[in-house]
C-alpha cells in the first residue's frame, strides 16, 4: 500500500485449501538445484599415494618453472608439502623461494608459521633470527619473534631479541612493547631504565609526560618530579622550546593538582604562560582557566579568565573598532560571565555588575555604525542590535528595555537606500511573545508600507498562517502579488493556500489570473503548478485545454514531451467521484488509465510543428522520447515507423564567411526533409540503401544501412517482412542509429547528446 500498512482483509472464512508453513519450506527445500561438488579422490594404498604426490609435484615444478617470481605459487607448493607431513621437503622449497626473493615478509612469515605447526620450534627460532638480520626494519618480525619467545618462557631470550631490537631505534610502538614487557613481570626499575634510554633516543615531549605518568603511576613522585624538571631544563627558557614543550608543563601541573599541591601547580602554569605569548598558548591557558575554576576562588578566576580576555579583546579593538566579529566574541564572554555567576549562586549586587558589563559592551557595539550606505557594511553590524536585544528578553527579562532597542535598531538602519526583513521579523515576532499582536501586525505594516521586500511578506504571511487568520493571509497574498505580480512563487503558494483550504475555484481563479500576466519571472513553473492541479484534480480536460494552451503560447519541445506523456499515463478520478467512494473505506485512490492513441497524435503534431520551425535537435529529442514511448505502448510496427524517422549525420563542405576558405560540417538529415526536398536523389538513395539490405539479408551479415533512408526504402517498396525480418531491420535501425551518434561525436554536434543511448 501506499502508506506501508497491510491491505484490510475483508473475507475471513479459511481457504478450501489449507497450506501449512511446514508445507512451504518442504517445497522450497525440494525446489532447489543441488550445487555442484568436485568428485572426492580416495587414495587405497602407497602406490597410488606416491603417484598422487608425484603428480603434484610436477604441476607445482611446471608452474613454478613458469612464473619462478610469483610468491603465491611458491607458497601453495611448499604448504602443500607441509600439509603431507613433507617438512624436509617443505623446507627446501621455501628456501628454494627465499633465492629467489630473500626481502619477502610474506614468505618468512609463512615459513616460521609452517615451523611452528611443525612444532619445530628451534627451526623457528633460527628462521626468526635469519629474518631480523636480513630485515631490521621490518617491526613485524621483531613482534613475530619477541612473542614466540615469551610464549615459550623465555622472558631472558625475549629481552635479548628486544635489546637487538632496540639497536636499530625502532618507531614509539618498539619501546612501548618493550616497557610493556617489563610490566607484565613487574621489572619496574628496568622499564625505568627503558623510558631513559628512549627519551635519550627521542627527546620529545610526550615521551617525557609518559615517563612521568609511569613514575606516577609506580608510586615514585620524586622520581616524577625529577623527570619533568629534567625535561624543563633540557627545553631550556627559550620562546620557541617553551611552545614546543607545553605538554610537559600541562602534565606536570595536572600532576601536581592531582597530588593537591595547588600551589605548584599554579607556579607551573604562570610560569609557562608568562614567557609564551597568549596567541601560542590556548590550550595551555585552557587547562589553567579549567584549574582556576576547579581549585581556585572567584577573584582568581575572575582575574585569570576574564581579566585576559578583555584585555585581549580591548588590544583588538583598539586597532579596528568596527571589526563586528570581536565585539560578538566580546559580548559572548560577558554573557558567560554572566550565566556562570548565576549557577554559582551570585549575590544580586554581584549579577547586577555583570548585567551592566554586558550592557555596556552591547552599547559600545552598536555605536559603531558602519561607514557610507552599501548593505554589505551593515550585515554584520545589525546582528550585534539583534543579539542585544534577545539578551535583554530572554537574560534581563526587560521586555521594556529589549522593545525600545528594537525600536532604535529601526530608526537607525537607512530604510531608504535599503531594510533588513530579519530585523522587522524578530521584532513582530517579540510582540507576539508580549501577546501585544496589534503591534506585531502594526510593526510588519510599517515594514511593509515603507520598504516592501520579499522575505517581509513572506514573514508577515507566516505569522498570519501560523494564527490561522487565512482571510488576512489572503489580503498579504494579493498586496504580495500586487506588488510583484512577474514572481511565480508568490502565485504558487497563494493557490497552494486555496488547495489546503478546499477552495478550488479560488485556486483556478488564481492560476489563470497568473498564467495571463504579461511578464513572469518563471512562467514554467507557473504552468506546471497549474497543470499538476488539474491533474491532481482529475480533470484530464481542462489539463489538456492547458497544454494546448502552452503549446499555442510557448511550443518548446519539452511542453511536447511532457503533453504526451500526460495523455499516456493515468491519472485519478475527479475529485467529486472520489468523494462519492469515500464511504468504501479504499485506501488506493482509484485511476483512469490514459490514452495512446492521444499520445502518439501529440507527438505527431510536435514533430510537425518543430520541423515547421527548422528546430532539427528539438526534432531529435522528441524522436527518442517517442521511441521509448512505442517501445513500452506501442506495436513493433510502430516502433520501426519512430525509428524510420531517425536522422542521419552527413557531411557538407561550407564556405567560411570570415576566412573565405572551404570547410566542412556536420550537418542532420531528416529522410523527411530530403524527400521532400530532393525526390530524385532521395529515390535514388532508396534503390540504394534497398539494395544493400537485401544484399545482407540473402549473405547473412550485418548492414550498417542509415536508418531513415533504409525504413523509406522498406516503405516505399512496401515490402510485408517476417517477424524474423523485422528484428533484423530492427537491430540495423539501432547500429545505424549509433552510427549516427558516433559520427555527431566526432563533429562536435550537440546531436549526440540530445539521442541518448539506444543500446
Known amino acids: ?138 617491526d613485524q618480525l621483531w613482534y613475530k619473534y619477541v612473542y614466540l619467545e615469551e610464549l615459550l618462557g623465555n622472558v631472558p631470550g625475549a629481552r635479548q631479541v628486544f635489546e637487538r631490537w632496540m639497536q636499530w631505534e625502532p618507531d614509539d610502538k618498539a619501546w612501548q612493547a618493550y616497557i610493556k614487557l617489563e610490566q607484565r613481570y613487574n621489572e619496574l626499575d628496568r622499564a625505568s631504565a627503558i623510558y631513559e634510554r628512549w627519551v635519550a633516543v627521542r627527546p620529545e615531549p610526550r615521551v617525557w609526560v609518559k615517563w612521568g605518568k609511569f613514575e606516577e603511576e609506580r608510586g615514585k613522585l620524586d622520581k616524577a618530579r625529577e623527570v619533568f624538571q629534567t625535561a624543563l631544563e633540557f627545553f631550556g627558557d627559550d620562546e620557541e622550546q617553551i611552545e614546543k614543550a607545553q605538554a610537559v608543563f600541562n602534565a606536570f601541573a595536572k600532576m601536581e593538582t592531582r597530588l593537591k599541591e595547588y600551589e605548584r601547580a599554579r607556579v607551573i602554569y604562570k610560569f609557562a604562560l608568562s614567557r609564551l605569548p597568549r596567541s601560542k598558548s590556548a590550550a595551555l591557558y585552557a587547562a589553567y582557566t579549567k584549574f582556576e575554576k576547579q581549585h581556585g576562588t572567584r577573584s582568581t578566576l575572575e582575574s585569570t579568565v576574564l581579566g585576559k580576555r578583555r584585555i585581549q579583546y580591548e588590544e583588538e579593538l583598539s586597532h579596528d573598532g568596527r571589526n563586528y566579529d570581536v565585539w560578538f566574541d566580546y559580548a559572548r564572554l560577558e554573557e558567560g560571565a554572566l550565566r556562570d555567576l548565576r549557577e554559582e549562586g551570585a549575590t544580586a549586587e554581584e549579577e547586577e555588575r555583570a548585567t551592566n558589563r554586558v550592557r555596556e559592551v552591547y552599547e559600545r557595539a552598536v555605536a559603531q555604525v558602519p561607514p557610507g550606505g552599501e548593505k554589505r557594511h551593515w550585515r554584520r553590524y545589525i546582528f550585534l542590535w539583534l543579539y542585544y536585544a534577545l539578551f535583554e528578553e530572554i537574560e534581563s527579562k526587560d521586555y521594556e528595555r529589549a522593545r525600545q532597542i528594537y525600536e532604535t535598531a529601526i530608526r537607525v538602519v537607512p530604510h531608504k537606500q535599503f531594510t533588513f526583513a530579519k530585523l522587522w521579523i524578530m521584532f513582530a515576532r517579540f510582540e507576539v511573545r508580549q501577546l501585544n499582536l496589534t503591534a506585531a501586525r502594526k510593526i510588519l505594516g510599517t515594514a511593509i508600507g515603507m520598504c516592501p521586500k520579499e522575505a517581509l511578506f513572506k514573514g508577515y504571511i507566516q505569522l498570519e498562517f501560523d494564527l490561522r487568520e487565512f482571510d488576512r493571509v489572503r489580503t498579504l497574498y494579493e498586496k504580495y502579488i500586487e506588488w510583484d505580480p512577474t514572481n511565480s512563487a508568490a502565485w504558487i503558494k497563494y493557490a497552494e493556500l486555496e488547495t489546503q483550504l478546499e477552495d478550488f475555484a479560488r485556486v483556478r481563479a488564481i492560476y489563470e489570473l497568473g498564467v495571463t500576466q504579461p511578464a513572469l519571472s518563471m512562467p514554467e513553473l507557473l504552468w506546471k503548478a497549474y497543470i499538476d492541479f488539474e491533474t491532481e484534480e482529475g480533470e484530464r480536460e481542462k489539463a489538456r485545454e492547458l497544454y494546448e494552451r502552452l503549446v499555442k503560447i510557448s511550443g518548446h519541445v519539452k511542453v511536447w514531451i511532457s503533453y504526451a506523456t500526460f495523455e499516456a499515463e493515468p491519472i485519478p478520478i475527479p475529485r467529486a467521484m472520489r468523494e462519492e467512494a469515500e464511504g468504501e473505506e479504499e485506501e488506493e485512490v482509484p485511476m483512469v488509465e490514459g490514452d495512446p492513441v492521444r499520445a502518439r497524435q501529440v507527438f505527431e503534431r510536435g514533430y510537425k510543428d518543430l520541423k515547421s520551425k527548422g528546430l532539427k535537435h528539438e526534432r531529435v529529442v522528441l524522436l527518442e522520447i517517442w521511441k521509448a514511448f512505442e517501445e513500452k505502448y506501442g506495436t513493433a510496427e510502430d516502433v520501426v515507423k519512430v525509428q524510420g524517422m531517425m536522422p542521419i ?56 544501412a542509415l536508418s531513415g533512408f533504409a525504413a523509406a526504402a522498406a516503405n516505399a517498396n512496401g515490402n510485408a517482412e517476417s517477424s524474423s525480418s523485422n528484428g533484423s531491420a530492427q537491430r540495423s535501425s539501432e547500429n545505424s542509429s549509433r552510427t549516427v551518434r558516433d559520427r555527431a561525436d566526432d563533429g562536435h554536434s550537440d546531436v549526440a547528446s540530445s539521442n541518448g543511448d539506444e543500446d
Open 649 to 704: 549525420t552527413s557531411k557538407r563542405r561550407i564556405v567560411d564567411k570570415e576566412t573565405g576558405q572551404t570547410v566542412e560540417d556536420w550537418d542532420i538529415v531528416f529522410a523527411d526533409d530530403e524527400r521532400e526536398a530532393n525526390p530524385t536523389t532521395f529515390k535514388f538513395l532508396q534503390m540504394a540503401h534497398a539494395w544493400k539490405a537485401a544484399q545482407a539479408k540473402s549473405g547473412g551479415a550485418s548492414t550498417t
Open 1 to 138: 500500500m501506499q502508506d506501508g500498512r497491510a491491505p484490510r482483509i475483508k473475507n475471513r472464512a479459511p481457504a478450501a485449501i489449507q497450506v501449512t508453513a511446514e508445507q512451504l519450506l518442504r517445497d522450497a527445500q525440494e525446489r532447489q538445484e543441488s550445487q555442484f561438488r568436485a568428485p572426492k579422490q580416495r587414495v587405497e594404498d602407497f602406490e597410488e599415494l606416491h603417484e598422487y604426490r608425484g603428480r603434484k609435484r610436477e604441476e607445482f615444478e611446471k608452474r613454478i618453472r613458469q612464473t619462478r617470481s610469483s610468491i603465491k605459487e611458491w607458497l601453495q607448493y611448499a604448504n602443500w608439502e607441509a600439509s603431507q607431513g613433507e617438512y624436509a621437503r617443505s623446507r627446501s622449497v621455501f628456501e628454494r623461494a627465499l633465492d629467489v626473493d630473500p626481502r619477502s615478509v610474506q614468505l618468512w612469515l609463512s615459513y616460521t608459521e609452517m615451523e611452528l605447526k611443525g612444532r619445530n620450534v628451534q627451526h623457528a627460532r633460527n628462521l626468526f633470527d635469519r629474518a631480523v638480520t636480513l630485515l631490521p626494519r621490518v
